[in-house]
């Protein structure tokens, strides 16, 4: 297992008024990321984990705090990017988890659905989660300050690419990634999901990596 990341606090872009960006999930703002989280991805993930308030709960308490990038503004998160390396990512919460909180019998089926989402890193590649900000700072830059920083953390551990997956009913944050040099390499129709968790279609996109792109993030 990867040792966990410190913490670092990253800088702030001349087109963003305001926000600087940090790894790691900050103490105290668990739950916050978790509702951030949940109010981007809730459709996706809430046959597995519904209902709500539950869903937030367990997404806060299960968290790997070193597998986020934030931003944060007057001292609050407002947005979050999660990603995988090595087997973890910024959701945890093993089988166990889930079997413990939502019990045996509702709990089961719900595992099922979850391993139907799950998606692994191959060598040298890191995946990411999706990236959630909070509708008060959307326009303002922030995904795609994110997404840079990101970027840092693939470089600075040796990956070689990026991939991520982008659902149809989501253009603008398709159009985000292909900004930020991400290509859509294969697509997969989902129509079996589009009542369960809304969408009917998946792309995934890769962006190669180079070390240049850690030389661009000033550390504080």
């Known amino acids: 297992m990867e040792p966990m990341d410190t913490p670092k606090r ?8 305001g926000p600087g960006v940090c790894r790691g999930v900050p103490p105290g703002s668990e739950t916050r990321v978790a509702a951030l989280y949940w109010e981007a991805f809730g459709r996706k993930l809430g046959a597995a ?14 968290l790997h705090h070193d597998r986020g990038v934030v931003a944060v503004v007057d001292g609050e998160v407002a ?17 166990g988890d889930v079997l413990s909180t939502y019990g045996t019998l509702r709990g089961l089926p719900r595992l099922t659905l979850l391993v139907l989402m799950e998606r692994r890193p191959a060598d040298s590649e890191l995946v990411m989660d999706g990236i959630a900000v909070a509708p008060e700072h959307r326009g303002k830059g922030i ?15 040796s990956c070689r690419r990026i991939r991520l997956d982008v659902i149809d009913v989501n253009p603008r944050a398709r159009a985000l990634y292909e900004r930020h040099g991400f290509i859509a390499v294969h697509t997969e129709k ?15 996109m890769h962006r190669p990596v180079t070390p240049a792109v850690s030389t661009n993030r000033r550390e504080a």
């Not at 995904?143 to 551990?157: P, Q």
């Not at 989902?190 to 995934?204: D, E, I, K, Q, S």
């Open 10 to 17: 990253g800088h702030r872009p001349e087109n963003v008024d």
């Open 49 to 62: 984990l519904n209902p709500p308030d539950k869903a937030r709960a367990f997404l806060a308490a299960h």
């Open 79 to 95: 947005g979050v990017a999660g990603y995988q390396l090595n087997e973890r990512g910024l959701m945890g919460g093993g089988a």
């Open 143 to 157: 995904g795609s300050l994110l997404l840079r920083e990101i970027a840092a953390v693939a470089a600075d551990h």
């Open 190 to 204: 989902t129509p079996y999901l589009r009542n369960l968790m809304g969408f009917g279609a998946v792309t995934t």
